[in-house]
């Protein structure tokens, strides 16, 4: 007898009941940019993105709660003279970031707000931790990414998010949320962020890529894959909710080894360079818009990631609802 798979994809019915993966807006976290303005500007690499001041953010946020996106991922854009070398802009009360969670949680208090904790946005080297000597200072920068943690906390956020890659951090920005009071602040590590170049896009939006050197001694090498596993251990014993892979599709098979090795929710990171290959194919004519972000997001799901960042979050959303 001829094995005939295909009898499972005979009509949209039986598609639809032996379908093993689904996407939702649920699962769709939103990244944008939040700069002082007046006004937004334009991200020349990410068409469709854009800074937005804060009464814009206010509106984007509406929006997305519209389509079913429940949760937001704030990058703030700091002017070139408020960076320094402390990246002191990152714990002042009043900065931009700030200002943007207490009037997200006070417009829609039940939006889950996530915040950026590294210090590149702030600093003038560029870099996710402190530089001294000219090498990246692991243990002088844990205490910043802590005070961090807790001011965003303070202001309302959510889910407090790593993306430096220092070792220990988790440890210490948990130990740090808990005696201030804020036990039930999650954790989003960026577990496996590897040295990618996909994140040019981002550094212009943000005008944050690095001074001098590279990150290559705090990223990931992109030629490993165990070594995120081990990652993924000392995330979740350090007291991680949840561990974020970055970039997204050129690491679906990461997600899918820490699939099988941990229990906690894996959140993927579709990252700028990745929106910004599929705008640009888009806008030549070259691919089907829709289709192919649309299948990208669901491949993630299929990897076996719970969450999934990107900045196409809002069109996806509205498409799958349509
Ligand atoms: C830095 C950070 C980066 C991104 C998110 N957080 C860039 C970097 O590590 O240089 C990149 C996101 C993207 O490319 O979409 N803390």
Known sequence: MIQRPRRNRVSAGVR?????????????????????GPGCTAIAAMPGCQRLDVPALLDAAREALAAGIRALA???VIPAARKDPQGSAAL???GILPRAIR???QAFPELVVITDVALDPYSSDGHDGLVIEGRIANDATLPILAQMAVLHARCGADVVAPSDMMDGRVAA???ALDSAGFSETLICSYTAKYASSFYGPFREALDSAPRFGDKRSYQMDPANAREAE??????????????????GLPYLDIIARLRTHTCLPIAAYQVSGEYAMLKA????????ERACLLESLLAFR?????????YAALEAARWLRA
């Open 173 to 175: 920005i948990r130990q």
């Open 74 to 76: 704030l990058f703030p």
């Open 92 to 94: 002042d009360p009043e």
């Open 302 to 310: 299929r990897a076996g990631a719970d969450i999934i960042f990107t």
């Open 103 to 105: 009037s997200l949680k």
């Open 230 to 247: 081990r990652e993924a251990a000392l995330d979740e014993a350090e007291g991680a909710d949840w561990l974020l892979v970055k970039p």
């Open 16 to 36: 639809a009941l032996v379908r093993e993966h689904e996407l939702s807006p649920a699962h769709l976290v939103w990244p944008v940019f939040v700069h002082d």
């Open 281 to 288: 194919a888009a806008r030549n004519g070259w691919i089907d």
